[in-house]
């Protein structure tokens, strides 16, 4: 199976809502997880990055928990904003072994008044 | 710092010829990863080079496509005799280590007529 994994293909919420962006990964070694953002015409930009288990890590009003136990990334924001529609990408560094990289396949966030 | 440039920003090119991208990597960064992104399929991991050595071409297309990385300043994806469906926008990033941040380039936007 794919080593990183977004469930979702496309979101779409009214503006305040809450969101949660599901990431989940599968590696043998310890692993580097990254979410990206990427905006209309523009390059990704990194958005959050965490190899700490169990420690949240925030950006931008966006946060992220890495559970090593659940293999699992998720990306949440408790108010979204019309700004925040873009793609979201999950990826996956690896420590060790062939230090591969791995991308999800995206999540489109659209926000709507 | 100019971050990662890519050349040309758009290329068209007709069905048959060679297209040659070009990336510039930030400055000091070991890790250079070329990336292709379409409406369809999203974002694909195409390669990546580390210290200027091929580490992972799993998502090459094994005919007609090649990357080098003769310096560490530069690198270059090479097409051979495109097809339409290779058009799409091509991304270059790099980073200072395979588990850090990317930084990426604007993209070239190749349409193959």
């Known amino acids: 199976g794919d080593s990183v994994t977004q469930t979702e293909g496309l979101v779409t919420l009214t503006k305040g809502l809450p969101v949660m962006l599901n990431c989940t990964y599968q590696t043998t070694y310890s692993p580097f997880l990254f979410w990206y953002v990427q905006h209309l015409n523009e390059a990704p930009k990194l958005l959050l990055k965490?190899?700490?288990?169990?420690k949240r890590t925030e950006h931008q009003g966006f946060y992220a928990t890495l559970h090593k136990s659940s293999s699992s990334f998720h990306l949440q924001k408790s108010s979204v904003q019309l700004s925040d529609s873009a793609l979201y990408f999950c990826?996956?560094?690896?420590?060790?072994?062939?230090?591969?990289?791995?991308f999800g396949k995206g999540t489109s966030l659209t926000v709507i008044p | 710092n100019a971050g990662v440039i890519q050349t040309p920003r758009h290329k068209v090119t007709g069905k048959g010829q060679e297209a040659t991208l070009w990336c510039e990597p930030i400055?000091?960064?070991?890790?250079v990863f070329w990336y292709r992104q379409t409406i369809v399929q999203g974002l694909e991991f195409l390669t990546y080079?580390?210290?200027?050595?091929?580490?992972?071409d799993s998502g090459m297309p094994k005919e007609r496509f090649s990357a080098q990385m003769p310096n560490q300043s530069h690198s270059t994806l090479k097409i051979q005799s495109t097809q339409p469906q290779d058009s799409a926008v091509y991304l270059c990033?790099?980073?200072?280590?395979?588990?850090?941040?990317?930084?990426f380039g604007p993209g070239t936007r190749l349409t193959v007529l």
């Open positions: 990033a790099s980073s200072w280590d395979i588990y850090a941040e990317q930084f």
């Open positions: 400055s000091g960064h070991s890790a």
């Open positions: 965490s190899s700490t288990d169990n």
């Open positions: 990826a996956l560094s690896e420590s060790a072994g062939y230090q591969n990289f791995y």
């Open positions: 080079f580390r210290n200027q050595a091929p580490i992972d």
